[in-house]
């Protein structure tokens, strides 16, 4: 969710006044007791506005103002406000409750308006406030942090939109379906393709006529005087209820100001926008060949008419939503409304499924097919991404001395890093998603399981350090060398969007919702993964981030999704320097907003670069040519290379460059060789780098060089570990001639690179 009631933040501000643990959840609990009385009133008064106005314009209004996002400025129209999409799909249920002739159409100011907004922005507050945490030991710090991660799921399914971006979604929508596609249509008379198409060419065209009102809008909104406001809203909108006249005489007498008419015109454009969200069935079964009836069925288990919800539990509309696979509203037999388009791209795989999986057999190849889409996806993404890598899938194994089997998804092998991945395809249920106690089922098969796999795998290749040859399904043989293999890190992919509870595994062990005994693995969602890959230019930086933020979640307390984390990674390289002591919460929510100008920008539109660390010009240089050479042990090193926060690694450089310039005029031997370094420290390793410039005549005696200035380093600083950088300056071997990591356990016998 983007916002919160104004009421949420004066109660945080009370918890953080309250001097201990019971007394916080004593403020909890009036909160609690509060919103359980008044939640059914707000909720009725909301429904009770709702009936004075138009529904469609209300609808409408809300639409535009809250859900257009305007990607030549790279933000929402609204971004600063208490609204998010699922208010509006509140909205649009209570309306469907009502037959139109209840409703009396009033047109509604801007003040009034905004006593709407502020009221369903206070009943969305009171529906999470009558659930906060109740233990009944109000003591117990476990059985709270239980009760609030139940708590968070709720308000997850209540709040958070979207798998991923709108592209993206509808990509991996088709291509899941793809190979399923002459059965559908066999069995269902229709092409899941086809259909997704229509659908998104007829939301493309709901974009385009919002686009087209916005410019209208602006064109009166940017003028300078009410003359001219009023005389270029006329020339937009056929509106003969408004004149210049009248407008001068609410100014004179009524005390309006140019603000005031400017919001009166804007609100009064919106009654314009009933055009913007209404289509014609005829159109769009039109658009679909050959197939009119079957769209026109289709259609009408997507569509709703005012009244139909009339017998509904409306306190289930926050949870479970009729309109989340049944959007669109009939307005007559011809006619339909679609006030809230982005409701496909957020329900999209839920709207299908219910259309595919009402027939058995169809139900059972689609959840057969998930996994395999799954383990095909991932694999494709890491082979497009990383050419060189060295991957298997479907490696079948078994560790006798440690009594344990499995089938592993996928390996990806970077040098003397080896990437172990599992894939889990199941699907949260219905009541986990609302807070059920089955979560901890759906968290042991999607986290948990995965996390066993991957590191038993790791025990079995770690511990032999031979050549494996593992057979698969497919009658594969696969090949894997782990003689080379010094580090091993293991990653959890899931189709299902865990939200914060992938970011928060050891603390869903501490309240025991996830296994104890399991080992922590990093769980992100497949389109979380997707981004990670884009937003990253090397499989250096990939594996620091995954490597880190493995310890990140570890040892750091925190709320945010995978987003947020990659988000804040780019801003601080989660390196120890930029990080607030242990102990200090970290606020990270929202942050992964930040990638919406890159991601959602216009094709060819420049103006919004790639989200990235700012990483210095030797870095980049270095990473570069350690990667054309393939250098052994390359990405080890380039994760301690990336733990130097990016401003460290600017002063690195130049204090090297100022050193270079004594070194040419003095350094003839040994003990004139000078070097400096600077420790490099995070959750995973303590290392420390060390830079030597040598002349050409020095450079032979390298051996030498970089065990003393190794030794002395580690001495220093205790760090465990030194990568030694020399750079000939009179050759002008650059970036270097070369790299060294040397381990402080087996100093004495590191073979240099």
Known sequence: MRHSDPRLEKLWDKISKASNFPERVEVLRRERVFAQSEFPVQLKKLENLLLEYNPFIILATFAFIDLTYLPEVGRAMNASDNIDQYHIEIVQALVLCHEESEFKKKPFDPVEFQELRDLISYVGYLHSAKNFPNPSNPSSTEEFSRLNFQATLRLHTKGVRNWGYEAQTLAVLEQLYAPMEELVEKKLGLRISLLVEVVRSELNSIGKKLQDHFTKNKAFMQQKTVKTAVK?????????NITVEMMDKLIRKDGWTFENVLAFLFHRSNSFLLTVFAFEQATFVGAYPNSGSVIQHVLSNLAMELGELRDSNKE????????????????????????????????????????????????????KRRGEFLEEYTFGLFHRRFPEAKISRGSQWKNDHANENGENDLLVIFDSVGLIIEEKSGAINPGAKRGGDSIKQEIEQLISEAAVQAHGFARLLGGSGKLHLFETKAGIVNKVDASD??????LGITMEHLGTLATRIPELKSVGLARSDAPLIATMALPDLEIALEIFQTAFEFLHYLTRRIAFELHREFLGDELDLLVFYLKTGFADKKLPGHDTPIVIHGLARELDKYFL?????????????????????IFAAIEKKRLHRRYEIGCLLLDMPDEEQQAFESQFHELCKKVKDKQTQLENVEAF???????????????????????PKRRFIVEQFAERALNETGADQALVILVDVELGHWPYSGIYLLDRKDFESRRLH
């Open 232 to 240: 270029a809203y006329l020339r937009e909108f056929q509106d003969g």
């Open 316 to 367: 289930h509309f926050f949870l479970s939503n009729p309109i989340w696979l049944r959007p669109i509203i009939r307005v007559a037999p011809n006619v339909l409304f679609w006030p809230v388009p982005t409701l496909f791209h957020s329900f999209c795989f839920e709207m299908i499924e219910a259309i595919v999986c009402k027939q058995p057999d169809l139900k059972e190849k689609y959840l």
């Open 485 to 490: 293999i010094r580090r091993f890190h293991c």
């Open 601 to 621: 920008k216009i094709t060819g539109d420049d103006r919004f670069e790639r989200p990235r660390r700012h990483l210095s010009k030797w870095w980049n240089e």
């Open 677 to 699: 370094w600077n420790p490099v420290k995070s959750d995973v390793s303590s290392a420390v780098i060390v830079a030597a410039p040598v002349t050409t005549v020095i450079y």
